[in-house]
């Protein structure tokens, strides 16, 4: 069995704590022994999810109360990537800012020393370590007068030649003709965080806000993630917006490989499962889930007032290449071209990172001279791209809660969707979602759509979307408030039903007592009977035990008929029997 280093870094092996995969992966969750164990991971293992039961506890890189471990491991080697790359600029700056004041920072830098999400580091390998490290997927869009300009950045030797080759403004004798620079990076890794971070001096909070998907916390995470206040978070010239894909799975294989795949990322992003719903309408064995996703934007502050200078940053998230768009994916952002338009672009809608690139090539002239003005300007497509998966997830929902509220309606059908439990077990799912749906929506309309300044600009190209995020908002709203009333129904027919059934179980019991009613005086007469020892004396007297037990039997069932009866006629004579008392004692005392 193949063994992986817990503790993986550039060190001897004296200082490696090896354990192998089959302790790893074939496990129970439970505690068994004194050893915590996990499930079989099937995928590949360096794809683990953290936070899942294959992954155990997180807590073994420390917890936010003690010293970073994965800082301690490190701190006595300087990591040298396989292109030769060894620059810590960046790194060291995190770690100073970490001891002095932004304790938040220490995750990221955990980050790029193990290379993706922290909790997964004992499940990699130096060499898959390294080469999560070079990933380098970049598009430098370079926005000239009338034209824009793209070039592709595959490697981390790449990335450092473009940004040293970067002109400056006073290559340019006039600033205004200063061409504005967006690095659009698809996924983060340690290399390309070390160069944009050394080289643009670039937020660390805008990489640290990317790298995390977490919507709640314990109290020892060390990936908390704490809101700015407002006044703080005004004056950034960075911000997020998460939304998620909808994605449909025509089998559960396919929805483990896209888990997989998730779990292949840098940053930590995941698929939830919701599930097949309708037998009928949806495929059997089909799954749907939505993969939870993260887009940053980040403008370099000028560094005078003179300055006419843009650079900017736009991370998207990696694609999940298995299963399929819900419907076959949002419509375009664009209208129908006209019959007698020529030249229309054919092309199939690729990943985030792909579309909007394609959307930021299509700016015109008049949108290319108003970034300086305004570098909002430069995040309006990708927005419009993160609106409309909001706006598919919203109708898949809308979807979902119909098929509930008829399963509701149609006693047959929840039969066939195995009851009213099943129901109210995926009402709860989007009870617990709605409001984190609900506030994720808020923040983007509150701190990025209506945000009135913007480092220099108070012109705002993004405002031209707060009508979209209100509808999203309103639907939202509508969605949870339909949910709550649709739980008050789903109990109360539920509890109709638990009350039909406890009746039909009383039935059956009176069924019991009529069985008991008709045996025992039968018994009991044959008892009767039965005292004498000579068996030939009963021949003259047979007779008598029909005559006696057969009227008795009928008394008995009768009076367990219409015990109910017989019990309101004797409540009625007692009534009646007190009253004559007391008036009788009433004209006694008289």
């Known amino acids: ?95 100073y800012l970490t001891d002095n ?11 790029m020393r193990v290379t993706t999400s922290p909790p997964k580091w004992r499940f990699l ?10 990933r380098t997927k970049i598009a430098l869009l370079v926005f000239y007068p009338g034209r824009i300009k793209r070039y592709n950045i595959d490697t981390s030797e790449q990335l450092e030649d473009a940004l040293i080759d970067m002109p400056s403004e006073r290559d340019y004798d006039n600033r205004d003709d200063y061409p504005p620079h967006l690095f659009v990076a698809e996924d983060l890794s340690r290399d390309v965080i070390e160069h944009l971070g050394a080289r643009l001096d670039v937020d660390p909070m805008f990489f640290r806000g990317h790298i995390s998907d977490y919507v709640w916390y314990n109290i020892r995470d060390p990936w908390i993630e704490l809101p700015d206040l407002d006044i703080v978070s005004r ?32 940053v930590l992003r995941r698929v939830d499962r919701n599930g097949n719903w309708k037998p009928g309408a949806d495929l059997q064995g089909s799954e749907v889930g939505t993969v939870r996703s993260k887009m940053s934007f980040w403008v370099q502050p000028r560094k005078s007032r003179t300055s006419r200078s843009v650079v900017a940053i736009l991370l998207v998230d990696p694609p999940v290449a298995d299963g399929f768009p819900i419907w076959g994916g949002y419509n375009s952002l664009v209208p129908c071209p006209s019959i007698h338009q020529d030249g229309i672009d054919r092309r199939s809608r690729g990943s985030v990172f792909d579309e909007a690139i394609y959307r930021l090539e299509q700016m015109s002239t008049e949108e290319i001279r108003s970034i300086p003005r305004d570098p909002r300007i430069l995040f309006q497509k990708p927005l419009c791209i993160a609106c409309s998966e909001w706006i598919m997830l ?72 707060e009508k979209d995020f209100d509808v999203l908002l309103n639907q939202l709203d509508d969605l949870h408030n339909r949910a709550e009333r649709m739980m008050s129904v789903v109990t109360a027919v539920l509890s109709i039903e638990e009350s039909q059934k406890a009746l039909q ?33 009963l021949k003259k007297t047979f007779w008598i035990y029909f ?44």
């Open 1 to 95: 069995m193949a063994a992986v280093r817990a503790y993986s870094q550039p060190a001897g092996k004296d200082d490696c704590l090896t354990i192998s995969f089959e302790d790893l992966y074939d496990m129970a969750e439970l505690k068994d022994g004194g050893v915590h164990r996990t499930r079989r991971y099937r995928g590949k293992q360096p794809n683990i999810i953290p936070h899942t039961v294959h992954a155990g506890d997180p807590y073994y890189i420390g917890d936010v109360y003690e010293p970073s471990r994965v800082r301690l491991r490190f701190s006595e080697n300087k990591r040298k990537s396989s292109s030769g790359f060894s620059s810590t600029t960046y790194l060291d700056h995190l770690d």
């Open 101 to 111: 004041g932004w304790p938040q920072l220490r995750y990221l830098a955990d980050f």
């Open 125 to 134: 390998s130096q060499d898959e370590m390294e080469e999560r490290a070079a």
């Open 235 to 266: 004056n950034r010239s960075s911000f997020s917006i998460r939304y998620a894909q909808t994605r449909y799975f025509q089998n559960g294989k396919s929805l483990n490989r896209a888990r997989d795949e998730a779990g292949g990322f840098n």
């Open 394 to 465: 919203i109708k898949y929902a809308n979807t979902r809660f119909s098929q509930l509220e008829w399963e509701v309606e149609d006693p047959e059908l929840r039969n066939k969707c195995d009851g009213l439990g099943v129901t109210l077990d995926n009402l709860h799912t989007w009870r617990r979602r709605f409001p984190i749906y609900k506030d994720i929506v808020s923040a983007a309309l509150e701190k990025i759509i209506r945000r009135e300044k913007f480092l220099y600009s108070t012109a705002n190209s993004l405002r031209v979307l």
């Open 505 to 537: 179980q009383n039935r059956s019991l009176g069924r019991l007592t009529y069985l008991a009613a008709l045996f025992v005086p039968l018994s009991f007469i044959s008892s009767f009977f039965s005292m004498s020892d000579d068996v030939a004396k």
């Open 547 to 590: 005559v006696v037990a057969v009227p008795v039997t009928l008394l008995a069932l009768l009076a367990t008929r219409y015990s109910h009866n017989i019990n309101k006629v004797w409540v009625r004579i007692m009534k009646r029997a007190r009253k004559r008392i007391s008036e009788e004692n009433i004209r006694w005392t008289e």
